[in-house]
């Protein structure tokens, strides 16, 4: 008889206000630059982990949009492997996992995936082992999956994740979730993957001429963004997040070779937010390493943010999110 047990976990993805776009180590994921986050509350990743006492292969297994658990395609269960080793050093454990995972979002929708499915199977893996680090310890280990914006995703609210070279750099709470109740409107202008990732996006930021310049603004930018969330100041917000995710496509594009996120609905959605804030409706856009718009807005705004937004052409679909309060454990699990 060989003994076993099983934990589930969901974690929300976020969306970054100031980006981590290179990294000193990117083995570790130790980034060159603080990053700061909301939450998201419905864009999640539920994980199912059993530790089985027998020595073998991971079985890796995903739903892939809305189907049956299926074997996950090697990309993806290579990475998955390598943080399950990682996670059992860590705990001095023996024996294999069986992990299944599924998104509640579209997987191209541009949002960051593996930031929720890191987080959510980094939670689970520790229950799974009878663990139960501080949260400190949980965003350490969820960074060194190598999706450091995992990091964030296992905390709720507004995140920071500090600039640290200690391998145990982790990602704190600014503020929780109740503190400022901000949405998320993703407008999607392209269902095709990801051409280049963000892995890719990271290891080639420095060879742009604009990389010093944005080191250089960072400072300023972050205790602004610091500053806004503590005060709830919309307006000081929204003009630090719309210029910080320009700048950062700015650097891609200029990469040696460039990488363009860019498509046209991404310049439409742009420009109607621009057209928003002129008439007064509070909004400002961000953009991740894809081609969607996230569209951040005050509660009481979100409606006409959504009524607007669905009009423009070149929108396939909207998502509406809100910040959340962070991963949680879960009773359901999926096999
Ligand atoms: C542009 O290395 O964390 O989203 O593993 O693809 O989630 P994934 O990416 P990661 O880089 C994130 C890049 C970013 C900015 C950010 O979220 O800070």
Known sequence: ???????????????????????????????????????????????????????????????????????????????????????RRYAGAEGRFRVATENNFPSAAGIASSASGFAALTLATVRALGLAPSEAELSALARASGSGSASRSV????????????????????????????RDVVALVSSGPKRTSSLDGHKLA??????????????????????????????????????????????????????FYWMPGTLAVLEAVREMRHDGVRATSTMDAGANVHVICPAEDEDEVVARLQKIPEVNGLLRDRVGSGPRDEDEHLF
Not at 27 to 54: K, Q
Not at 166 to 180: G, Y
Not at 209 to 233: C, F, G, M, T
């Open 1 to 87: 008889m060989t003994s076993s047990t099983k934990a589930t976990a969901s974690a929300p993805s976020n969306i970054a206000f100031i980006k981590y776009w290179g990294a000193v180590d990117l083995a570790r994921a130790i980034p060159a630059n603080p990053s700061i986050s909301m939450t998201l509350e419905h864009c999640r990743s539920r994980t199912t982990v059993e530790h089985l006492g027998e020595e073998g292969e991971h079985e890796i297994v995903w739903r892939a949009e809305a189907g049956a658990l299926e074997t996950a395609p090697p990309s993806f269960a290579d990475r998955v492997r390598g943080h399950l080793d990682f996670l």
């Open 155 to 182: 905390l709720g609210g507004f995140v920071e994740w500090p600039f640290d070279h200690e391998a145990k750099c982790h990602a704190q709470q600014l503020m929780p979730a109740e503190h400022w109740d901000l």
């Open 206 to 259: 420095s060879t742009s001429p604009y990389w010093a310049a944005r080191q250089k603004a960072l400072p300023l930018r972050l205790e602004a963004v610091r500053r806004a969330i503590r005060e709830r100041d919309w307006n000081r917000l929204a003009g630090v997040v719309e210029t910080e995710a320009i700048d950062l496509h700015c650097v891609a594009m200029s990469s040696n070779p460039p990488i």
